[in-house]
């Protein structure tokens, strides 16, 4: 039971090394990932470990090592592909969305795609406009794929090694801003998390905060230790999976607590938090004491300057006022 | 040039209005003669129109609340301009209630400096007023005027949060007489709370007791215009009473008919009373007379208006030419204009012009009763129930049924004599129905 103070990267670079060690099947691709030891240096010593045929550096062609990882997949190995961030992997969205996400229904099930597909995404501090995006809401959109965007060290371990056994393909949503930050891990195969459950981050009674990835760190936990130091109670509830989705965890909270707010660095319009909410309303409306509040990016392109940037994605300050708008104060 | 467009006087009497539901909502494009809310006024709920056009900026009155004639309703202008001033001006005093033909007046804009933040956050509810923050949730909620709630406005919509109506449901309390608190009056869980917390409590040490609080219950419109007009009607008009009992005998013997003949219309005595009435004030120029301080005025048509008893109180729509009309039209007539008084869908010009009154009892156990005059009527006739009695005729004691009518009159106008004549002949005519058609 002893934790490690780690960081994501060291947590990410851990769950997949022992993947590789696990399973021979298993190999890493993708721009940068091998002799540069990554571009954000989560596969650092993967190369020396296990060679260039489980280590495997890419041409700068999404479409094209994502799409090499999805034949590989149907034919018994256990690809994990890295994008340098999900940004670029606009140009594979046909290999993920038509093959990989596909393939399973296309044929009747005798074809599975147990590939994962990992990078970072969202805000990175000044990285321009096309290379902050949020896109999760692409992947949940599609029936056929499963997304994971974990928001701590833990998760990204115990998650990773999960979606790396499923039998489906995976997405594996990682923040930039997120490799850095530090927490306590418990490693060990008992530590592996099942996809789909959600995580209750923080116990409270007065309001449910639903959010993931690194919001949580960045906006909802300091925004809920001023809100605890001003008398209000806050539950946060991660999904950690957001397709499938653990609803049910957050019906039972907000059954408890009649308030929702929900944060995402996300654009507004037709969010993956859009639809949460839309859930929520249809199948606990009568628990609500206010209608949910949803607290996302600005609905505009990422500026590259770096004080626009925190002004655009969620702070903890905007996430306090919306809490405090569902309790009516 | 953004302009405020304010709360028009909907009836000759009118000097506020409750905002009831906005039909439009800021960010709107409007058009010259759109509606863009329902009011209720002293008389009935109506549709308020605009003469501007343009882009609704701001909605000044939430729904739920009273606004004085002449006072902001809204700001309209174009997409992006500066209202600052204008919403800063909105918030002084509204103006006092102008004469009947007054038109909004545009109010020019001032250009200001202030810049307009950007929103920080997707809203994805109305924002509540700005109210002082509570330190410690648990504690009772800090004091905002409370918006009135939805159920005092009017008897149909009523705004509250899904689960204040469970709470309620669940212990049994009408979540119509809580107060909302919430943004637009909307009853949220904590209205609920207080009102249960408020009611009747168990005696604490004097056991003889029964505590509970005393509870101030808001005026509806309805309610200031039935007092008003009726203090009025007392103090000013010189009521006397004339009464009668009519032999129901035959009236009811002409509605049983009617019914076997037409047994999908509803008539009742009260049609056949209505039309006698209009018949006879035809006959009786005396009765259709209003007092106007230096002449008398006469009408020259039996209205005939009926005493209507809906969920807010008592409101006295009228029935018109009904001496022309035949009793299966002034059947329908009367349930159609009935159904609208209970629903508040009248319009104001339904509520005037009326001759004679009916107030009817009769369907509770009532024997006679003094109505009050209806201004600026000269006369109201009170129907009391159909009772069995014994009559005694030459010595002999037989059975029958009758029912009260009481006539109030105004002295200024009505004699004695002259209202006897014509109860005398409205008696008779009930009595013996062929007599309408002499």
Redesign the interface.
């Known amino acids: 039971m002893a934790t490690e103070l780690k960081s994501m990267r060291e947590a990410l670079n851990r769950a997949i090394a022992e993947e590789m060690e696990r399973d021979e099947r298993v190999f890493l691709m993708g721009e940068e990932v091998g002799v540069y030891k990554g571009a954000y240096k989560v596969s650092e010593g993967l190369y020396e470990r296990f060679g260039d045929k489980r280590v495997i550096d890419s041409p700068i062609t999404e479409a094209g090592f994502v799409g090499l990882g999805i034949g590989a997949a149907q034919l018994d190995v256990r690809p994990v592909i890295e994008v340098m961030t999900f940004n670029f992997a606009i140009l594979a969205l046909d290999q993920i969305m038509n093959h990989a996400a596909k393939l399973r229904y296309m044929s009747a099930g005798q074809i599975r795609c147990p590939i994962v597909i990992r990078g970072p995404h969202g805000a990175g501090g000044a990285l321009g406009t096309q290379h902050s995006q949020s896109l999760e809401q692409q992947y949940v959109h599609c029936p056929g794929l499963k997304v994971v965007v974990p928001s701590t060290p833990q998760d990204a371990y115990s998650l990773f090694k999960a979606s790396v056994r499923d039998q489906d393909p995976v997405i594996f949503m990682e923040s930039e801003k997120l490799y850095n930050f530090k927490a306590e891990v418990e490693f060990g195969e008992h530590m592996v998390a099942p996809l789909g459950v959600g995580d209750v981050k923080r116990e409270g009674t ?1 309001v449910t905060i639903v959010t993931y990835g690194r919001m949580l760190t960045h906006a909802v936990l300091p925004a809920v230790e001023q809100l605890e130091s ?3 109670s806050v539950e946060v509830i991660d999904p950690r999976t957001l397709r499938p989705l653990d609803l049910d965890m957050i019906l039972n909270s907000v059954r408890k607590t ?1 308030r929702m707010v929900l944060v995402e660095e996300s654009w ?1 319009q037709a969010s993956v938090g859009a639809w949460i ?1 839309e859930q929520v309303y249809a199948k606990a ?12 990016h ?2 505009v392109p990422m500026p590259y300057a770096p004080n626009l940037e925190e ?1 655009i994605i ?2 903890p ?2 996430v306090v ?2 809490v ?6 | 040039m953004a302009s405020i467009v304010e709360l028009l006087q909907l009836s000759p009497t009118m000097t506020e209005g409750t905002l009831v539901k906005w039909k439009v909502k800021e960010g709107d494009t409007i058009k010259s003669g759109q509606i863009i809310a329902e009011v209720e006024t002293d008389k009935a709920v109506m549709d308020h129109e605009t003469f501007d056009a343009g882009v609704v900026r701001k909605l000044l009155v939430a729904e739920g609340s009273k606004a004085a004639v002449g006072s902001g309703l809204m700001i309209v202008g174009t997409k992006d301009e500066d209202i600052s001033s204008l919403v800063a001006s909105a918030g002084s005093a509204p103006k006092a209630a102008p004469a009947a033909d007054k038109k909004p007046v545009a109010t020019a804009a001032k250009p200001a400096s202030a810049p307009r933040s ?11 007023a700005p ?1 002082p ?6 504690s009772a ?2 004091a905002k005027t409370p918006a009135p709630s939805g159920a005092n406005g009017h008897s149909e919509r009523l705004f509250a ?6 709470v309620a449901a669940e212990a049994g309390l009408d979540i119509g007489s809580v107060s909302g ?2 943004p637009g009056g909307r009853i ?3 209205d609920v709370d207080t009102a249960l917390a408020a009611g009747p409590a168990t005696a604490g040490t004097s056991s003889f007791r029964v505590s509970g609080e005393v509870q101030e219950l808001p005026l509806s419109n309805v309610r200031r215009i039935i007092a008003s007009r009726l203090v009025e009607s007392k103090v000013t008009v010189p009521h006397y009473q004339l009464s009668v009992e009519i032999r129901a005998e035959a009236l009811l013997e002409a509605q049983a008919r009617v019914r076997k003949m037409y047994p999908d219309v509803k008539i009742t005595v009260t049609h056949f009373l209505v039309k006698a009435m209009a018949l006879l004030a035809m006959r009786h120029p005396a009765i259709r007379t209003q007092w106007a301080d230096d002449h008398v005025k006469l009408l020259p048509s039996a209205n005939i208006t009926v005493a209507v008893a809906t969920d807010d109180g008592l409101i006295t729509p009228v029935l018109r030419d009904v001496h022309a009309k035949g009793l299966l039209q002034i059947v329908a007539e009367m349930a159609e204009l009935v159904e609208r008084a209970r629903k508040r869908r009248v319009k104001p010009e339904e509520l005037t012009g009326g001759v004679q009154t009916l107030s009817n009892l009769g369907m509770f156990p009532i024997d006679f009763f003094t109505a009050i005059i209806n201004p600026p009527e000269s006369s109201i006739l009170a129907v009391g129930a159909v009772q069995e009695k014994v009559f005694v005729k030459d010595g002999q004691m037989t059975p029958g049924k009758s029912f009260s009518i009481t006539m109030s009159c105004d002295h200024r106008i009505i004699d004695g004599a002259v209202g006897a004549k014509y109860l005398a002949d409205l008696k008779a005519s009930l009595e013996e129905p062929y007599l309408l058609l002499l």
């Open positions: 007065d001003e008398g209000i009649n507004p909410c409306f009568d628990h609500l004491d206010a209608p949910i509040e949803r607290v996302s600005l609905d002004e969620p702070s300050a905007t006022d919306a405090k708008r569902v309790l009516y104060i | 950007a929103p920080r956050s997707v809203p994805g509810a109305n924002k509540p109210a923050a509570a330190t410690k949730v648990a909620p800090p949060s899904p689960l204040a109506r469970k608190t919430g949220i869980k904590r």
